[in-house]
């Protein structure tokens, strides 16, 4: 694994980390982050970041385990992404809660609407999906850490 694949992966684990901790406190104290605060901002550089990840997954060579090859053919990649981690992924970038913040004029705080709001916070937990698989990540990192260790 290269180093800027590592970086890359190190990144994507501290967003979503950043995820786990930042949705349950905006959808428990109802937070609306204004559009001019460094809230809004750092969770849309998030979202950016994940609307990216999805081209990048789609062109990311993968080890298959049978024979120990890297494949590098885009048609056999995607199509191992589609059948894994494409619909999550797509599902979690989707921006519902921007989309009904923008949708919905006036959400009080005691209306349907506003609660709405905050449940479609719920979709970005599908990120957190893939912190399950980053236990073998992890298991990467740390044979890499031994190695160069020695």
């Not at 109802?30 to 001019?36: F, K, T, V």
């Not at 789609?58 to 990649?77: F, P």
């Not at 921007?98 to 479609?120: E, K, M």
């Amino acid at each position: 694994m290269s180093g800027k694949r590592q970086a890359y992966d190190i990144v994507q684990l501290l967003l979503l980390l950043y995820t786990m901790f930042s949705v349950p406190l905006q959808i428990a104290f109802s937070h609306e982050a204004p559009l001019d605060s460094l809230t809004f901002w750092v969770d849309f550089g998030v979202w950016l970041f994940f609307l990216s990840d999805l081209g990048i997954q789609m062109n990311t060579y993968y080890l298959y385990e049978r024979t120990g090859q890297w494949v590098s053919d885009g048609k056999k990649i995607r199509s191992k992404y589609f059948r894994g981690w494409a619909i999550v992924d797509v599902a979690a970038v989707i921006p519902v809660d921007y989309i009904l913040r923008f949708a919905i004029n006036d959400p009080g705080p005691q209306g349907n609407s506003t609660r709405l709001l905050r449940l479609s916070r719920l979709f970005r937990y599908l990120r957190l999906l893939k912190v399950m698989s980053a236990q073998a990540w992890m298991e990467r990192l740390n044979d890499r850490i031994q190695a160069w260790i020695g």
